[in-house]
C-alpha cells in the first residue's frame, strides 16, 4: 500500500505552546512535541515535519511568511499542513495565495493549546489530514472547528474566540 505524503509546516501558534514553570507562562517551543501524539497514530501517512518558525502569530511579519513561502517552495510533497497561530492566519493565507499556485496547503491551529487540552488541536490537525487525503483542487484553505474551507471563507470571529464561515 501507498502511504499518502503530507509535509507539515510547525510556525508554532497556541497550538503548539507550553507552560513554563519558571518563567510562569506559556511558551511557543521549538519543537513539534504537540504534534508528535496525533502524528503516532496516523498509519498511513507518510510525514515530513518541518519546524521553522518558533512564534506565537501575533510577532510574525512578512520576512516570517517569506521563510514559508521558501519552505513550501522546496517541498516535494504537494499536500503542506501549516500550524499556524490563529490570529494572523488570514494574513499568511492571503500572503502564501499571491505566491503560491501549485500546492494544497491548508492553515490549522488552535484557540487552546495541545498542552492543556488536547481535543481542539487534535481535531483541527485531522480535519487537515482527512481533507488533503480527498480529491481536492490546489489552494489555500484553513482547517478550524472541524470545517475547511478557503482561506476567504473561514474567519476568526475575535468577539466569539470561534472560526465561523463568513
Known amino acids: 500500500m501507498t502511504k ?5 509546516i510547525n510556525t508554532g501558534g497556541t497550538f503548539n505552546k ?4 519558571i518563567a510562569g507562562e506559556l511558551e511557543v517551543p521549538k519543537d ?4 508528535d501524539e496525533i502524528i503516532s497514530y496516523c498509519y498511513n501517512i507518510d510525514f515530513e515535519v518541518l519546524n521553522i518558525i518558533s512564534k506565537d502569530s501575533l510577532e510574525m511579519n512578512d520576512t516570517d511568511r517569506e521563510l514559508i513561502v521558501k519552505t513550501i517552495k522546496n517541498c516535494k510533497n504537494e499536500n503542506i499542513i501549516i500550524v499556524h497561530g490563529t490570529d494572523t492566519m488570514d494574513l499568511t493565507a492571503l500572503y502564501l495565495d499571491e505566491k503560491i499556485k501549485d500546492k494544497s496547503i491548508v492553515l490549522t491551529g488552535a484557540m ?9 488541536a487534535t481535531l483541527n490537525f485531522s480535519t487537515s489530514i482527512g481533507f488533503l487525503n480527498s480529491n481536492i ?3 489555500i484553505y484553513i482547517a478550524m472547528h472541524g470545517s475547511v474551507k478557503n482561506y476567504t471563507k473561514l474567519l ?3 468577539e466569539l474566540g470561534k472560526f465561523l464561515e463568513k
Open 4 to 8: 499518502s505524503k503530507i509535509t507539515v
Open 137 to 139: 483542487k490546489n489552494g
Open 32 to 35: 513539534s512535541l504537540a504534534l
Open 112 to 120: 487552546i493549546p495541545i498542552s492543556i487540552n488536547k481535543i481542539e
Open 18 to 21: 507550553r507552560y513554563n514553570p
Open 156 to 158: 476568526k470571529n475575535r
